[in-house]
């Protein structure tokens, strides 16, 4: 079975942490650069952070310095710490390899991240 399942959100207060997991399905992960996304009610998503297949990471401006990405190619799993969370980084967050997600393909449910006092 295809599939993409996140998890990991919930509310923080700001400047607090929370890990995302995602678990893909072998054939989604293996080979692949995988990445974290992101949509705010009433926009649209973006792209936050990604990761190579030989591990090579690249952040949104908007993340850079608060952000981690990881995967672990044994499990077909990709993480995001996010650590230092503002409000604004209220959304949900979503992962898929960039190749289906260029192509608007394979998204998942998402998990809701709320940062808010």
């Known amino acids: 079975q295809v599939q993409l399942v996140e998890s990991g959100g919930g509310l923080v207060q700001p400047g607090g942490s929370l890990r995302l997991s995602c678990a893909a399905s072998r054939s989604i992960f293996s080979g692949r650069s995988m990445g974290w996304y992101r949509q705010a009610p009433g926009k649209q998503r973006e792209l936050v952070a990604t990761?190579?297949?030989?591990?090579?990471?690249n952040y949104a401006d908007s993340v850079k310095g608060r952000f981690t990405i990881s995967r672990d190619n044994y499990k077909n799993t990709v993480y995001l710490q996010m650590n230092s969370l503002k409000p604004e980084d209220t959304a949900v967050y979503f992962c898929n390899a960039l190749y289906f997600a260029s192509r608007n393909e394979l998204w998942g449910q998402g998990t809701q991240v709320t940062v808010s006092s």
């Open positions: 990761i190579s297949s030989s591990d090579t990471p």
